[in-house]
């Protein structure tokens, strides 16, 4: 049975589809390439944001350290303050006069 399609024609239709599946794979390849340049490249940003991130912090830090040392005396009087208000002076002295009292009574 005789086609009625001229032979250059198929031909060059199978030529065309066997290029396309010859250059799939290279394109694939490219797409994937391209798509591993860009993850790249935002890992990068990222990673550049947590050293500033992280720089930002430690400067904060030092910043702290360096207040608590120029404050040391300061700081020295205010936990004195705190020692003698905390020490129960006036309980003391309560528990001397309970203590007084009963061996007064117990004359």
Known sequence: MPSTVNPQITDAVTQANVKVIGEAPAFA??????????????????????????????????????????????????????????????DNLTSLLTVLRAFNNGQ
């Open 29 to 90: 390849m490219g797409s994937i390439y391209q798509s591993m340049a860009h993850s790249s490249g935002i890992l990068f940003e990222n990673a550049v944001n947590a050293q500033q991130q992280q720089n930002t912090l430690s400067q904060a830090a030092a910043n702290q350290g360096v207040m608590q040392i120029y404050s040391v005396d300061t700081m020295a009087g205010a936990g004195a303050t705190e020692k003698i208000a905390q020490g129960g002076v006036a």
